[in-house]
């Protein structure tokens, strides 16, 4: 299969160097697309807000200025990460930004509502420190948690046109 074509029949090559299988309905809504695009924002997802809960509870803040931070960062951390890719596709920085607000922002936006529910109705998760088991429990539960809601949130948008289908045009 040669990687650096776009064929809308058979497959498009993702940013991370993966093909995606555009067989099924329309814009490639498959599981499999599905799944890649919900692993995409998750990683950007748990590299910003990991981040974001590591600074604030190392500096000791309140849970209501690390969540603020760890969202913030969860956000800005799965926008590059498809920003990145575009821009090395030859796209305009202006082009990138809206390609990236459009294909990330319903997945990052529910992956977060999802995993920050998780921890803040884990009983303790909030109050456990860096070094406690809960702490990184409740993290990682929340984010295997997100990836099982956001999947077929994402899939639906892909059916659609819309979300992680907007990246593929640049590719």
């Known amino acids: 299969m040669n990687h650096g074509t776009h064929r809308h029949s058979g497959t ?13 309905p329309a814009h490639g809504a498959t599981w499999a697309t599905a799944v890649r695009a919900t692993l995409h924002c998750l990683t950007g997802c748990a590299v910003g807000e990991i981040l974001g809960m590591v600074i604030g509870t190392s500096l000791m803040w309140g849970n209501v200025p690390t969540m603020a931070l760890a969202i913030t960062l969860a956000f800005v951390f799965g926008y590059s990460f498809t ?11 202006r ?3 809206r390609v990236a607000l459009a294909a990330d922002t319903v997945s990052i936006a529910v ?5 920050n529910a998780i921890i803040a109705l884990t ?3 909030m109050e456990a420190h860096l070094s406690d088991g809960l702490f ?3 993290l ?6 997100a990836f099982l809601i956001t ?19 640049y590719h």
């Open 123 to 125: 009983p303790g998760a």
């Open 95 to 97: 082009t990138a930004v």
């Open 83 to 93: 920003l990145f890719a575009v821009v090395r596709a030859g796209v305009s920085l």
């Open 111 to 115: 992956m977060e509502l999802v995993d």
């Open 12 to 24: 498009a090559h993702h940013p991370s160097g993966t093909a995606h299988d555009h067989a099924g």
């Open 136 to 138: 990184w429990y409740a």
């Open 140 to 145: 990682l539960g929340g984010f295997a948690v």
């Open 151 to 169: 999947t077929p949130v994402n899939k639906w948008m892909i059916g659609r046109g819309k979300g992680h289908a907007v990246v593929h045009a």
